[in-house]
């Protein structure tokens, strides 16, 4: 009989199932209690072999680094999933959220229907003084768990949050947002905006890199 599986443990810490808020704060003391130094803001754009010795050469956006081995650690998100929309290059537009208390007293759109979308909405909403709109595409979030859709539904029901289902951002203006909702388009006040649409595989960057990647495709 097969044994279930221990929960994943770091250092004395057991991990079942934890908020973002509570995984990021655990890793930036880990940061601080190993003195590991990692370089913010810093994107890989070329990884080649070292010329004339063994190893690799590493070039950035910032800086060229020489190194015997090269541990790639980028997940499968990639780079965020952008709405192509006019105004998206404004600084209030984010894709991920950081810190729900930094939105306080702010009208926020939170555009997506994934596990992420949801959660940043929720968090933001509980935050004072918060106004915050959910938009979606769909007309359900079927790919969201179930715990954060009941969330939803519980401060939606609370008056707490704002749900546009079959919603699309057209356009995106410093103090507002210009939004097509059911064939009808409007004008929504706001401050700020998370996107959670997804992201783009980072298959280009692996193949300039010389990894083959192959896509397989399960029996029905």
């Given at each position: 009989?097969?044994?279930?599986?221990?929960?994943?443990?770091?250092?004395?810490?057991?991990?079942?199932?934890?908020?973002?808020?509570?995984?990021?704060?655990?890793?930036?003391?880990?940061?601080?209690?190993?003195?590991?130094?990692?370089?913010?803001?810093?994107?890989?754009?070329?990884?080649?072999?070292?010329?004339?010795?063994?190893?690799?050469?590493?070039?950035?956006?910032?800086?060229?680094?020489?190194?015997?081995?090269?541990?790639?650690?980028?997940?499968?998100?990639?780079?965020?999933?952008?709405?192509?929309?006019?105004?998206?290059?404004?600084?209030?537009?984010?894709?991920?959220?950081?810190?729900?208390?930094?939105?306080?007293?702010?009208?926020?759109?939170?555009?997506?229907?994934?596990?992420?979308?949801?959660?940043?909405?929720?968090?933001?909403?509980?935050?004072?003084?918060?106004?915050?709109?959910?938009?979606?595409?769909?007309?359900?979030?079927?790919?969201?768990?179930?715990?954060?859709?009941?969330?939803?539904?519980?401060?939606?029901?609370?008056?707490?949050?704002?749900?546009?289902?079959?919603?699309?951002?057209?356009?995106?203006?410093?103090?507002?947002?210009?939004?097509?909702?059911?064939?009808?388009?409007?004008?929504?006040?706001?401050?700020?905006?998370?996107?959670?649409?997804?992201?783009?595989?980072?298959?280009?960057?692996l193949q300039k890199i010389g990894i083959k990647v192959e896509t397989k495709w399960g029996d029905e």
């Amino acid at each position: 009989m097969t044994q279930p599986a221990e929960l994943p443990i770091i250092g004395k810490t057991r991990f079942k199932e934890v908020q973002k808020e509570d995984l990021i704060d655990f890793w930036k003391n880990a940061e601080k209690k190993s003195g590991i130094k990692i370089n913010y803001s810093e994107r890989v754009d070329a990884i080649e072999p070292a010329a004339g010795k063994d190893g690799y050469t590493v070039t950035t956006n910032r800086a060229t680094y020489d190194t015997r081995a090269v541990l790639l650690a980028i997940g499968r998100r990639g780079s965020p999933r952008q709405l192509g929309v006019p105004g998206e290059e404004l600084p209030k537009v984010a894709y991920r959220l950081i810190d729900a208390e930094q939105y306080r007293n702010q009208h926020v759109l939170v555009v997506g229907g994934g596990d992420s979308a949801l959660e940043a909405a929720t968090s933001i909403a509980a935050e004072p003084g918060t106004t915050v709109t959910l938009s979606y595409r769909s007309g359900a979030f079927s790919r969201a768990k179930q715990k954060n859709r009941e969330k939803v539904e519980q401060m939606k029901s609370e008056g707490r949050l704002k749900v546009l289902f079959n919603s699309n951002v057209k356009e995106i203006r410093p103090d507002s947002v210009i939004i097509e909702l059911n064939d009808k388009v409007g004008r929504l006040r706001n401050d700020s905006i998370i996107v959670s649409a997804g992201g783009i595989l980072p298959t280009v960057f692996l193949q300039k890199i010389g990894i083959k990647v192959e896509t397989k495709w399960g029996d029905e």
